[in-house]
């Protein structure tokens, strides 16, 4: 099978040959259709991951169809759709597995990163990391949802924003662009905040109620303008645009930094004790939590925005993600 690996901490993304996985016991091997192209394949990429090894192939919003199935699987069938994501595999065992918190699992493995993913034609996974894909989803618009989405979806739904409170969402790239579509789909005033006026019109039609261009307004100031934020899911990879949403949180308002920037965020402890506001700590979701994600996204007819590229595309794809150049998703079509 043809796969877009990285041979070293910083390699570029090359097209190798390799042998076709078979499934291990309880696991199950996927003829990958389509696959996101994420920031956070930049641990794979650059290797700031702790005990990645090499070579390993990138991608973990993996959609595609079972092709076959490793002994001990019951309940997944060769020919279902599914789509893995960023948490690959628990252990079942340790303390946080123990406590059903899965996501938090101390053996936890993260597909793309600790085992091979979706830059590929085939990938393995235990049955515990597949989501199932509904039929009213087509396979390249489930990809993005199986990480941008799951963590956009699942943290709206963590955090304590009700219908008719203000949700914001800073950003309107992979993330960003569901996150608004998730919100307004939930009943929340859902506020849109980018730099510039080029995603205006955009984040309107993704159903946003206002918009806000963080260049020409403080987007604390706008937000608390409109009532203050109960919830602000903060997609951009960037401290500086972490640090300044913070005081556009309401009364109790959490922000949930989505986004992972490589420096820390400056946060002044005052910020915080006016309001209660607080930062919430939150990481993607189980497979049940993406498969929840797929069947709201659905059951509302939500979906991404997305750009195709061929496997063989994988290095160009993300260059252009990494460059924010990307309308929507860049996901890989093997
Ligand atoms: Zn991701």
Redesign the pocket.
């Known amino acids: 099978m043809r796969v877009a690996e990285v041979d070293r901490p910083g390699a570029p993304i090359e097209i190798s040959d390799r042998p076709v996985p078979e499934p291990a016991d309880g696991q199950v091997r996927v003829a990958v259709e389509a696959c996101?192209v994420?920031?956070?394949?930049v641990f794979a990429k650059e290797g700031n991951w702790p005990g990645i090894e090499y070579p390993r192939v990138p991608g973990?919003?993996v959609a595609g169809r079972i092709d076959a199935v490793g002994a001990d699987v019951s309940g997944w069938a060769v020919g279902d759709r599914v789509g893995v994501?960023?948490h690959g595999e628990h252990c079942f065992e340790c303390e946080p597995c123990r406590r059903g918190e899965f996501i938090d699992c101390e053996h936890e493995a993260v597909t793309g990163i600790d085992t091979d993913g979706g830059y590929a034609e085939y990938l393995t996974a235990p049955t515990h990391a597949l989501a199932r894909i509904p039929d009213e989803l087509d396979t390249v618009e489930a990809a993005p949802l199986?990480?941008?989405g799951v963590?956009t979806f699942n943290a709206l739904r963590k955090s304590d924003a009700r219908p008719g409170d203000i949700a914001a969402v800073q950003g309107l790239g992979?993330?960003g662009h569901l996150g608004v579509q998730f919100a307004a789909a939930a009943g929340l005033e859902t506020v849109a905040i980018s730099r510039g006026t080029e995603k205006r019109d955009l984040a309107f039609d993704l159903g946003a109620d206002h918009y806000v261009d963080a260049t020409a307004t403080d987007p604390a100031d706008a937000l608390q303008e409109v009532g203050g934020a109960a919830v602000i899911l903060s997609t951009a990879p960037s401290s500086e645009a972490i640090e300044s949403v913070l005081g556009g949180l309401g009364i109790d308002g959490q922000l949930y930094p989505l986004g992972v920037p490589d420096e820390p965020i400056g946060v002044e402890i005052p910020t915080l004790i006016t309001n209660q506001r607080s930062i919430h700590g939150h990481s993607?979701g189980t497979a049940r939590d993406s498969q929840d994600t797929l069947e709201f996204a659905a059951h509302q007819s939500i979906t991404p925005t997305v750009e195709t590229f061929s496997l063989e595309d994988a290095a160009t794809a993300y260059d252009r993600m990494m460059d924010g150049d990307v309308t929507g998703r860049a996901v890989l079509v093997p």
């Open positions: 996101g994420c920031h956070s394949d973990h919003e994501g960023w199986l990480c941008a963590s992979g993330l993607s």
